[in-house]
């Protein structure tokens, strides 16, 4: 087997999932980013000719069903914690709006103020929230 030597570049997702899914199976990172590859290349040419590393058989490069279900798992977990963040960074641009509504506002206290602050709130929210997906 000849070895070849390879840089490559990750998302800071991608890196999250390496590193979480070592710690999962006890790796190191290195041999985690190994599988990843090797089970990347295996997905990508379906079993035509690629082989892991130490491995006789084109039949080994192709992912085992706790491999893929292992993977499949870390990309649940990823999903749930990308979910979370995005409610909390929505709640945490709502309410930074909300403080600047109500820095805006004219002092009193009545019912009518807390409704304006609410709909400019609202408003400012929207906009920013807009502003973030355009960027995409």
């Known amino acids: 087997m000849a070895r070849v030597m390879l840089t490559g570049r990750v998302t800071d997702t991608q890196a999250a999932a390496l590193k979480g899914y070592a710690a999962d199976v006890?790796?190191?990172?290195?041999?985690?980013?190994?599988?990843?590859?090797?089970?990347?290349?295996?997905?990508l040419v379906g079993?035509?000719?690629?082989?892991?590393?130490?491995?006789?058989?084109?039949?080994?490069?192709?992912?085992?069903?706790?491999?893929?279900?292992?993977?499949?798992?870390?990309?649940?977990r990823l999903a749930?914690?990308?979910?979370?963040?995005?409610r909390l960074i929505q709640r945490t641009l709502y309410a930074a709006g909300a403080a600047y509504a109500a820095a805006l506002a004219e002092p009193g206290q009545g019912e009518e103020?807390?409704?304006?602050?609410?709909?400019?709130?609202?408003?400012?929210?929207?906009?920013?929230?807009?502003?973030?997906?355009?960027?995409f």
């Open 113 to 135: 103020r807390l409704k304006q602050i609410a709909l400019d709130a609202d408003r400012i929210f929207d906009r920013q929230l807009a502003k973030a997906k355009a960027d």
């Open 26 to 43: 006890g790796l190191p990172l290195y041999q985690a980013t190994v599988r990843a590859l090797e089970l990347g290349i295996a997905a």
């Open 47 to 76: 079993g035509r000719g690629a082989e892991p590393a130490g491995s006789d058989s084109t039949a080994a490069a192709l992912p085992t069903n706790a491999e893929v279900e292992e993977l499949r798992e870390a990309i649940d």
């Open 80 to 86: 749930t914690r990308s979910e979370l963040t995005d």
